[in-house]
T-cell receptor, first 110, second 113 residues
Framework: DAKTTQPTSMDCAEGRAANLPCNHS???????VYWYRQIHSQGPQYIIH?????ETNEMASLIITEDRKSSTLILPHATLRDTAVYYC???????????WGAGTKLIIKP | EAQVTQNPRYLITVTGKKLTVTCSQN?????MSWYRQDPGLGLRQIYY???????DKGDVPEGYKVSRKEKRNFPLILESPSPNQTSLYFC????????????FGPGTRLTVL
C-alpha cells in the first residue's frame, strides 16, 4: 500500500501558484519524499525530491514540515501544460522501491 | 538525446501467445525497472534490476519474466499472456537506483484478448 495520502483532485487558475499537499505521517527518518507527474498517459516525469530541508528547482518547490509528516509541492506560476496527475511517493523500507498511490489530478483552468 | 525507448508502443495479442516488450536506455544507467498502470491507479512495479545480471521481483511479478544481459536493455517477457495483463506498461531507468531521478519510457499499451 502507498504510504502517502493525497487529495484526489484539485483546480488552480492559470498563472497562480498551485499548492499540492501530501500526508506521509509514517515516514521514517531516512526516507526521502519524491514527486513525479504524469501528463495524460505519458511516462511519468520526475519533479523533485527532498529529505528534510525545503528544495527548489526549475520546475517546483518542495516544502517539508519540520516533523516530516507532510509536504507541499508548489508550482509557482501554473500553466495549462501543468495539468497532470501528481504523485507524492515515499519508498518502501525494505528495498527502497517506490510505491505509487493514485496521485492528485491537478487541473489548471484558464 | 537521452531517452528510454520501448517497443512496441501498442500491441494487441491473444491469450497464451508469448510476447516480449523491449526497453532500452542510452544513459548508461545501472538501475532499470518495469511498471504496469491500470485505470485510475498509480504505477505498480513488476520487476527491477540494480545492475547487469541482477534482477528482483517488485509488487506484481506473477506472469512476467525479465532479463538483464547488458546494461542498456531490460526486456519484459510474457510467456503466456492472459487478459488480466491488459495494461499500460512503463520502463524506467536511473543512475542512482530507485533513489535517483527515474527516466520513463513512453509506455506500451498491451491488450490481451
Amino acid at each position: 500500500d502507498a504510504k502517502t495520502t493525497q487529495p484526489t483532485s484539485m483546480d488552480c487558475a492559470e498563472g497562480r501558484a498551485a499548492n499540492l499537499p501530501c500526508n506521509h505521517s509514517t515516514i521514517s527518518g531516512n526516507e526521502y519524499v519524491y514527486w513525479y507527474r504524469q501528463i495524460h498517459s505519458q511516462g511519468p516525469q520526475y519533479i523533485i525530491h527532498g529529505l528534510k530541508n525545503n528544495e527548489t528547482n526549475e520546475m517546483a518547490s518542495l516544502i517539508i514540515t519540520e516533523d516530516r509528516k507532510s509536504s507541499t509541492l508548489i508550482l509557482p506560476h501554473a500553466t495549462l501544460r501543468d495539468t497532470a496527475v501528481y504523485y507524492c511517493i515515499v519508498p518502501m523500507d525494505s528495498n527502497y522501491q517506490l510505491i505509487w498511490g493514485a496521485g492528485t489530478k491537478l487541473i489548471i483552468k484558464p | 538525446e537521452a531517452q528510454v525507448t520501448q517497443n512496441p508502443r501498442y500491441l494487441i495479442t491473444v491469450t497464451g501467445k508469448k510476447l516480449t516488450v523491449t526497453c532500452s536506455q542510452n544513459m548508461n544507467h545501472e538501475y532499470m525497472s518495469w511498471y504496469r498502470q491500470d485505470p485510475g491507479l498509480g504505477l505498480r512495479q513488476i520487476y527491477y534490476s540494480m545492475n547487469v545480471e541482477v534482477t528482483d521481483k517488485g509488487d506484481v511479478p506473477e506472469g512476467y519474466k525479465v532479463s538483464r544481459k547488458e546494461k542498456r536493455n531490460f526486456p519484459l517477457i510474457l510467456e503466456s499472456p492472459s487478459p488480466n495483463q491488459t495494461s499500460l506498461y512503463f520502463c524506467a531507468s536511473s543512475f542512482q537506483g530507485p533513489r535517483g531521478e527515474q527516466f520513463f519510457g513512453p509506455g506500451t499499451r498491451l491488450t490481451v484478448l
